[in-house]
């Protein structure tokens, strides 16, 4: 990692007060990126409100989620997001070979329609960064109004995660990279 990981020791009190947030709720833990944001109190803490949303508090099920957490790992081939939340997505319920597809970079088909919808928009977006007319009334179909905010704002959070995991060169030690060749 290329800034120092803080201790808990070494902490300021702001730093501390965040720190206690962020185990104190859902992951019960200090992780990954946070330990880069941590040396910036005010940048943890909103982003880490920002992600109780995104992965807890959106419309989105919990599925499709995880599955927009590794379209932007896959993407920005960022190992840690990938090696975390695959199980997750896998035990979910998302097919296990579309996945392996997404992560070696190749055309993925879903079993559910939803996410094909979900793929299909977040692919076209990253890809061409726009969204047809066409892809985006069958995402709003398919997701609603708020579904399509919801993936939005899924693959905005964790793209800004694998980039600080890219960034500053945050990897999950004694793993192998999935994205290795």
């Known amino acids: ?14 730093q501390k ?26 940048l943890l803490s909103r982003g880490q409100q920002l992600g109780l949303y995104a992965r807890f ?15 932007m790992s896959a993407h920005w081939k960022a190992s ?6 695959s199980p997750i997505a896998t035990e979910l319920g998302v097919d296990a070979g579309a996945l392996e597809a997404l992560r070696k970079g190749e055309p993925a088909r879903f079993a559910r329609e939803d996410e094909n919808v979900a793929y299909t928009f977040a692919q076209e977006l990253l890809q061409t960064h726009e ?5 985006y009334k ?8 708020r579904g399509v905010l919801d993936v939005v704002a899924e693959l905005g959070y964790y793209s800004f995660i694998a ?10 030690e004694g793993a192998s990279d999935p994205f290795a060749s």
Not at 80 to 85: A, K, L, M, S
Not at 131 to 135: D, G, I, P
Not at 164 to 172: E, H, R, S
């Open 1 to 14: 990692m290329r800034l120092p990981k803080l201790s808990y020791e070494q902490l300021s009190p702001e």
């Open 17 to 42: 007060i965040v720190w206690d947030e962020v185990v104190a709720g859902p992951r019960k833990k200090m992780h990954g990126p946070f330990f880069a944001w941590l040396h910036s109190a005010e």
């Open 57 to 71: 508090q959106s419309s989105l099920p919990q599925r499709l989620s995880e599955l927009c957490i590794l379209m």
């Open 80 to 85: 840690g997001e990938w090696i975390d939340h």
């Open 131 to 135: 969204v047809s007319n066409a892809t």
């Open 138 to 145: 069958r995402a709003k179909d398919v997701l609603g109004e």
């Open 163 to 172: 980039m600080t995991l890219k960034a500053f060169a945050m990897v999950p």
